[in-house]
């Protein structure tokens, strides 16, 4: 039976166990893009605490504006690929699974069409240097309020050209951006894609549409759905332990053969441990637990096998 601690191989990239941590700002970033030191550490401190896949931060797949003066880390040139690969290399002496979450400012989605079009661009060659710098994969994102999440997103994305109008429109780009990857790398970078399963507004994305935007970019290239939900709006959501499972539950019933992260408040051992062992996702992310202690992964083993489960499985 499957279980916290379980190894897991996606696309070729194996994983010490089912623990992912999230695509959250660390804090540190710095003006110039560049990996410095507290960044650096930040990452390889929770590798060596045990996690078994990082996402990164955003990553600027574009350089900034001149006018711009935001903290923010870049792979937008060469010159960013030595220190991520030192990353990579270090994250990788841990024993954790590296991916970089790619993604650029929303604003793009409002763009001239020439412009919006030549963004395919940017991304691949930010995932070529993903590869160049040695890391597992890249993480495509329609949350967290970047130019994917601006597109995707029926309640952002008024576009009257062939990036809107339709969900098939406001799906185009990322379509264009996986299949490209494929194309120009082939199998050689794992494709994850961060989902919006529900907006809880209006008009928003639901379950129902998630189902079908999974299965297109599944259908493109994409080796694994992390799944959340849009809570930016007014209504009344419970966020209780575990409350985006069932969302994530609802994509891997109709993609049984694809990964699936699901995420929310899961940072109780056991309960992080009943997820995986039921069988409702395959693996779970966590944010804030991995932010106060980079060694979760460490306590919660030592937790489950100091209960009543199973040890020689642990």
């Given at each position: 039976?499957?279980?916290?601690?379980?190894?897991?191989?996606?696309?070729?990239?194996?994983?010490?166990?089912?623990?992912v941590?999230?695509?959250?700002?660390?804090?540190?970033?710095?003006?110039?893009?560049?990996?410095?030191?507290?960044?650096?550490?930040?990452?390889v401190?929770?590798?060596?605490?045990?996690?078994?896949?990082?996402?990164?931060e955003?990553i600027?797949?574009?350089?900034?504006?001149?006018?711009?003066?935001?903290?923010?880390?870049?792979?937008?040139?060469d010159?960013?690929?030595?220190?991520?690969?030192?990353l990579?290399?270090?994250v990788?002496?841990?024993?954790a699974?590296?991916?970089?979450?790619?993604?650029?400012?929303?604003?793009l989605?409002?763009?001239?069409?020439?412009?919006?079009?030549?963004?395919?661009?940017?991304?691949?060659?930010a995932s070529?240097?993903?590869?160049?710098?040695?890391c597992?994969?890249v993480?495509?994102?329609?949350?967290?309020?970047g130019?994917l999440?601006?597109?995707v997103?029926?309640?952002?994305?008024t576009?009257q050209?062939e990036?809107?109008?339709?969900?098939a429109?406001?799906?185009?780009?990322?379509l264009?951006?996986?299949?490209?990857?494929?194309?120009?790398?082939?199998?050689?970078?794992?494709?994850?894609?961060?989902?919006?399963?529900?907006?809880?507004?209006k008009?928003?994305?639901?379950?129902?549409?998630?189902?079908?935007?999974?299965?297109?970019?599944?259908?493109a290239?994409v080796?694994v759905?992390?799944?959340t939900?849009?809570?930016?709006?007014?209504?009344?959501i419970?966020?209780f332990?575990?409350?985006r499972?069932?969302?994530?539950?609802?994509?891997?019933?109709?993609?049984?053969?694809?990964?699936?992260i699901a995420?929310g408040?899961?940072?109780?051992?056991?309960?992080?441990?009943?997820?995986?062992?039921?069988?409702?996702?395959?693996l779970?992310?966590?944010?804030?637990?991995?932010?106060?202690?980079p060694?979760w992964?460490?306590?919660a083993?030592i937790?489950?096998?100091s209960?009543?489960?199973?040890?020689?499985?642990?």
């Open positions: 039976m499957a279980h916290l601690f379980s190894p897991f191989t996606i696309a070729g990239v194996r994983l010490p166990n089912r623990i941590m999230s695509p959250s700002p660390s804090g540190f970033a710095m003006l110039d893009g560049f990996v410095n030191d507290a960044l650096y550490k930040h990452y401190e929770r590798s060596h605490g045990g996690v078994g896949l990082i996402i990164t955003p600027r797949v574009i350089p900034p504006h001149a006018s711009m003066s935001r903290a923010h880390v870049g792979i937008y040139a010159a960013f690929i030595p220190r991520l690969r030192q990579a290399e270090a990788h002496g841990g024993g699974g590296f991916l970089l979450a790619l993604d650029a400012p929303a604003d989605a409002f763009a001239p069409l020439p412009m919006l079009a030549n963004m395919v661009d940017y991304f691949l060659q070529w240097r993903a590869l160049a710098a040695g597992d994969g993480m495509l994102s329609s949350a967290d309020g130019l999440h601006a597109l997103s029926p309640l952002v994305n576009r050209d990036y809107g109008l339709n969900p429109g406001r799906l185009r780009l990322v264009e951006i996986v299949e490209g990857i494929r194309s120009f790398l082939g199998h050689r970078l794992l494709i994850g894609f961060r989902l919006v399963a529900e907006e809880f507004q008009h928003g994305i639901e379950l129902q549409d998630a189902r079908l935007t999974a299965n297109r970019v599944a259908a290239g080796n759905l992390d799944v939900a849009d809570v930016r709006g007014t209504a009344p419970a966020r332990p575990g409350w499972v069932p969302l994530a539950n609802g994509i891997k019933r109709v993609l049984p053969d694809v990964p699936v995420s408040r899961l940072g109780d051992p056991h309960l992080a441990d009943s997820v995986i062992r039921d069988g409702s996702v395959d779970v992310m966590l944010g804030r637990a991995l932010r106060d202690n060694y992964p460490h306590l083993r937790i489950l096998m209960s009543t489960y199973d040890h020689h499985l642990l």
